[in-house]
C-alpha cells in the first residue's frame, strides 16, 4: 500500500501522459486466497461477500439535481428520494451464496421497515382504476408476510448477538445497525422453481420499505388519525398473541392490552405498495471460496444479562420539545454540566456500595460488577426519539407505554422492592420457561411429568435429574470428591438404587442440599449431559455459565429430548412450540447490546449498562438529527475515583466527580496501571512518563502533505 501511495503522490499535478502507472491492485489479481478475508498486508478488511448498505433519504431538486435541505428547520427532514450508499435506486449483482449484509439507516428522522420481495410480489405491473389512471397493485398482508423472504439478523449496532434470528422484516431506527446474513442461493432456487430466472439465467429479488412516514415526527399507528397519539407504539420485537407463552405473560398482566395493537402482531402499519430501495441480481456463479456456514443453531456471542442486584444508581431521563427546541428533563445541553457520574469497571479495584442509609454497614463490591439502570421517557407530542449512547453498550429490560417513572426511585437512588413490583420488565429467558411456561403443570402437580421437570430445568441451564438417575455410579464417585458435606439421611439415599420411577423421590433429595451444593450439582448434571458437546469442543463450557444459555441452546437441548416429548400432552407441546419462537428474540434483544434505543411515541424504555471503556465525559443524545442539532444531548461522566488498589468511595447518587478528562486512568502518578499519557496530551499541560514522541500533528495541517486517510481507488468488488 505504501508504494500505491507513493506513486500516487508523485503524479500529483502531472499531465497524464507523464504519470507513472499504478501496478495492479492485489485485490484484482486472480488467484486469491478467499479463504482469508483479514489480510493486513493489502488492506485491513477485505471480503468480497460482505456489503455495507447506508440507507439515506434526501429531497432533489428537479431542477438541478442538487440535494435541498432547510437549515432552520427543526422537527425533522424528510426526503423524497432514497439513497444507497449515496446512489438512488442502485442495482447490485452478487454472486449465488451467503453474503453479509450491514444496514445503517443514515437517515436525518426517516424510519424503515425492510423486507426482501420478488419481482412478482412488489406488484410493478400497473392496473387500471376506475377512472382509467394507472395505480400500482396492492399486496394483501397476508401476501406480505408470507411471501417476503427469510434471512438471518446476526447483530444490532455494533454487537452480535448470542445466536442468529430468523427474520422476514426488521425495524430500523435513525442511527440503527443491522447485521445480516442473506441465503442467496436459497432465493435463487426459489426463483428458479418459480420459473422467474431472466433469459441471462439471474435471479431478481428487491429491498423494500413498508414504513409509511410522511413527517419527521415519525411513523403514524395503524389506526391513528393523528401521528402525534399512535394507538400502537413500536417495540423491540413482535409478540403473536396465539402463542400460549405470550398468552399467559399476558395473563399475568406483563403485557399490556396495547402490545398487540391492531392485527396479528404488534407493529406499525405496513404501505399496501412496498418502495423499492435497492435491487439484486443474483447470478448463477457461485463465487470463489467456501460458503458461510451459519445457521439458526450457529452460536456467536453470548452474554451474561445484568442482573438487579449489580443495579447501584437509577436515573430518569425525559426527553421533550421546550423553548421552541429539544430538551432533556428541561435543559438544554451544557457541556460544563456532568448529569451524573458511574463508577467505570476496573479490574483489581473495589467499590464501596452506595447504601442510603447512614445506619447500614457499607458492603464492598468489585466494580466490575457496578451496573446502572436509566429510563428513558418519551415526553409525547408524537415524536420517536433514537437515543444512542456513546461508547457503551446497553441492555433493554423494559419497554412500557405511559408509564410513571416518577417517585419509584428514592432519596438514595436506588430502585427499591416495592419499585421494582411497580416496574413491571420484560421477563427473563427462565422466566419464560418456567412462570410462563411450564410451571403452571409442574406446580400444581405433586407427581408432574418427569420430562416436564427435566425440561423446564435444562433450559433454565439448572440441572438434569435424568442424568444423574442414568449415571448415579459416576456421580456417587464425583460427590465423594466434591467434599459437598451429607447428612446421614442424604447419604442414605444416595446409597439406595435410583430409577426413573424414583424421579419426585430424587428431586425431593437434591432439593434438601444447600443453593451452593444443588448450583454444583446440577452443573455435574448438565455437564454429563452435553458431553458430546464438551467433548467436541471445550470452548462450549463457556455457555454453561452464561445465564439465559437454554436460549442459545434450545435447538439442542429439544432435539436431546425429542423422544421424551412424544407423550407430552398437546398444551405442552404448544408451549415448547412457543418458548421456540421466542428464543431468539429473548436471546437476541433482550441480552444482546445495543448501542441506539428507539423510543416511540409516549412509551419509557428501561436499559441497563457498565462503564468499562471510558472514563471522563460522554454524551448521549437523539439521533433525530435536527433534535440533536438543537441540544438534545446530556453530559455524563463515568470515574474510576482513586488508585486501582484503592477503595474507590464515590457515591454515584450525589454530587458527580470531580471532571478528569480520563487523566484517571492515564496518569501514572496516579495509577500504576495506566496506560500514560497519549502524546498530543502533553501540549496541555499533562506531564507525559511513557512517550518521547513529539504532539500530534506536530506540524500545520496545511503543510502536511500526505493525507491522513490516504485515498483508496475502487475495485472490482466495490458495489453500490
Known sequence: MELFRKIELENVGKPPEQMAKVPVDPEEKPGIDFTRFYRELETPYFNPYDLPLVLQDRVIDPQTGQILYDSDGHNGYIGNTQLINGVPWPVIEVKRRKYRLRLLDGSNARIYRLRFLDSDTLGLHPTGRPDGSIEPNRIPEQRLEGDSMEFYRIGKDSWLWPTPQKRKSLLLNMANRADLVVDFKAWYEIAKRAGRLTAEGNAEFYMVNTMPQFDGRGPKGKLAEDAGDPNVFPLPFELDPQNPVVQQMAANGVIPPAFFGDGPVARLRELDQPIALVKFVITPDVGEGPDATIDEKTILRPRHAIEDQDVMAVREFVFERGKGAWMINS????????????????KGQNFQVPSGQPSDQPQIKPSLSYAEEWIFTNGGGGWWHPIHVHLEGHQLVGYEKDFEADGLVGADGILGAQAQAQMAGLPSWNQLVGTYGFDRWIVASPNANPTLIDLRDTLQGIRNLSELIAKQDAFKLWMESSAIAMTPDQKAFLDTKWSVQRHPEVLRWFDSFSEESQARMGRWSLEQFYVDELTKDPKFR???????????????????????????????????????????QWAGDIVGNHDTQALGPNTVARIRMRFRTWSGPLVFH??????????????????????VDELNQHDPNVDPAPRTHGQDVTDLLTNPSAIGEMPWEAIDGFPSYRWEEKPVPGTDVNKARDPLIPARRPSKTDKP
Open 622 to 643: 437523539c439521533h433525530n438529527v435536527e433534535h440533536e442539532d438543537m441540544r438534545m444531548m446530556v453530559n455524563f461522566e463515568p470515574t474510576m475515583s482513586g488508585r
Open 331 to 346: 435543559r438544554f445541553y451544557d457541556p460544563t454540566i456532568s448529569n451524573g457520574s458511574a463508577i467505570i469497571g476496573i
Open 542 to 584: 463457556i455457555l454453561l455459565d452464561r445465564p439465559g444459555s437454554g436460549a442459545a441452546l434450545f435447538d439442542i437441548i429439544t432435539a436431546k429430548f425429542a423422544n421424551r416429548t412424544i407423550g407430552l400432552p398437546a398444551a405442552a407441546k404448544a408451549v415448547l412450540d412457543g418458548l421456540g419462537k421466542l428464543k431468539l
